[in-house]
């Protein structure tokens, strides 16, 4: 009964996995204007990783916790610690309480968050196609990066710009769907469900067990 009582509960709760995506996707798309060379490196880029990307994100991982989500939980507080770290990496050499990082350190930074990356891609695999966009398009993003700077490769930066895009977009598109099926109590937009034993469980416990 205690159980039963407690399941109802969770489910009359709001999902946070649409705004931890969205706060993923829009700041990996600005991120990425300016990797890509559309836009230059500003304010606005700094501002979003902190407040959207860096700690709306990470809320959004506190609350997959009360809803007893692992992985939700593991991915975002993961990527708003991400952002965070980010922008004050690049803020502590402006303030003068660190030195700049050498580029081999910097890559290593992206490829370290390319290996956690990795695990969630392996993760993803349970769940929609679209998840497994997300983060297999992220793992490309990071590896990209690192070795642009590990091995002194400008172009490969430029290169992961627009992947990168492809990777916002795409965390973006899932966010409006599971906020289009919320809002209308039906699906709106295809994200590829998968096939197999988990085909069988209702719709929205997926959602709330790998969004």
Known sequence: MERN????????????APLGLMGFGMTTVLLNLHNAQIVPMGAAIMAMGLVFGGVTQFFAGLLEYGR???FGM??????????LSLVVLLCLPQWGLAPASAPALLGSYMWVWGLFTAIMAVGSLAASRMHQVVFFSLLVLFFLLGSAEVFARPVLTLVAGYEGLLCGFSAIYLAAAEILEAQFDRPILPIG?????????????LLVQLS
Do not use: I
């Open 5 to 16: 009582s407690r399941m109802a509960h969770d489910q009359d709760n709001a999902n946070p």
């Open 68 to 70: 007893n989500n692992t």
């Open 193 to 205: 469900l998968p096939s197999g034993p988990a085909s069988s469980r209702h719709h929205d416990d």
């Open 74 to 83: 593991t991915a975002f507080m993961g990527y708003g610690a991400f952002w």
